[in-house]
Structures are given as C-alpha cells and as structure tokens.
C-alpha cells in the first residue's frame, strides 16, 4: 500500500513563504510521477504543480507559475512544494498525489490526506 503523507502546512501573512513535504511510503517515488493539487472551501480540486518520474520535467497552473517551485528527491522518497510570495488566495488544503504526471487529478492512483495553508492580508 502507498501511503503520502504531507506537512508543512501553516498560517502565513501575504507575500511570505511556506515549504511543503509529502513523505511517500510504501513504494519507491521514482515509480511516479507526482502532483500538488489543492482545495478551497467551496471550491473543486484544482492543479498546483506536477513534476515526472527523475524531476526533468515540471508544470505548472498559472495561478502559481513564477511563484511556486516543485522539487523531488526520490533517495529521500520525498516531494516538495515551495511557496512564495503567496497571496490570500492560495489559501486552501493542499494535497498531494503519486501516478501520472499530469494536470488532470483523474491520473492519480493514490492521494495524501492534505495539509491546511492559510494566507492572510
């Protein structure tokens, strides 16, 4: 069974930073490629980042392209996301997920639990 398991999740003021880590078990990472989604209140799943099997290859939303890096050290079986300059309205619950490299969540075999990123003004 793969397990994902993301932390690094917090209250953070506009225009500051926060790094996510999602902790992959279970399998080895470089078995998939991986993704960051994310989920406002209210709001459907949309796509943050994804990246391939070795790293050479990332994609990003526009909303975050310019801000936000996605990274993979598959010896660590780890995944990040670096956040900068964030904005109120990345404010969500970020998740992330191992299968397909790609935007569409529909790609995805398995899913963490999520970690709460809040943005205030």
């Known amino acids: 069974q793969v397990r994902l398991v993301e932390s690094g999740g917090g209250l953070v003021q506009a225009g500051g930073s926060l790094g996510l880590s999602c902790a992959v078990s279970?399998?080895?990472?470089?078995?998939?490629?991986m993704g960051w989604f994310r989920q406002a209140p209210g709001k459907e799943r949309e796509f943050v980042a994804t990246?391939?099997?070795?790293?050479?290859?990332?994609y990003y939303a526009d909303s975050v392209k310019g801000r936000f890096t996605i990274s993979r050290d598959n010896a660590k079986n780890t995944v990040y996301l670096q956040m900068n300059s964030l904005k109120p309205e990345d404010t969500a619950v970020y998740y992330c997920a191992a299968g397909t490299a790609t935007p569409n969540p529909y790609d995805y075999y398995f899913w963490g639990q999520g970690t709460q990123v809040t943005v205030s003004l």
């Open positions: 990246i391939n099997w070795n790293g050479a290859n990332t």
């Open positions: 279970g399998r080895t990472l470089s078995t998939y490629g």
